[in-house]
């Protein structure tokens, strides 16, 4: 995994967004509760986490 891209923060959007695999290809998304956002690739595999309003937790 390239660390650079490994975790990245838009501050105009307030997005935390952490991959998990090099250029994840995200094909689903799951909304949880909490304001955090699991993206799956073709495989069913976990590739992403995105932290909704992040500057508030």
């Known amino acids: 995994m390239?660390?650079?891209n490994a975790v990245e923060y838009d501050p105009k959007a307030d997005i935390l967004t952490i991959n998990l695999v090099d250029a994840?290809?995200?094909i689903r998304d799951e909304l949880l509760?909490?304001?955090i956002v699991l993206g799956?690739?073709?495989?069913?595999r976990l590739v992403q986490i995105?932290?909704?309003d992040?500057?508030?937790r």
Do not use: F, G, R, T
Request: glycine share 0%; hydrophobic share 20%.
């Open 33 to 35: 509760d909490n304001d």
């Open 24 to 26: 994840p290809h995200v």
């Open 40 to 44: 799956y690739d073709e495989k069913e």
């Open 2 to 4: 390239s660390k650079s």
């Open 54 to 56: 992040a500057s508030k």
């Open 50 to 52: 995105q932290i909704l």
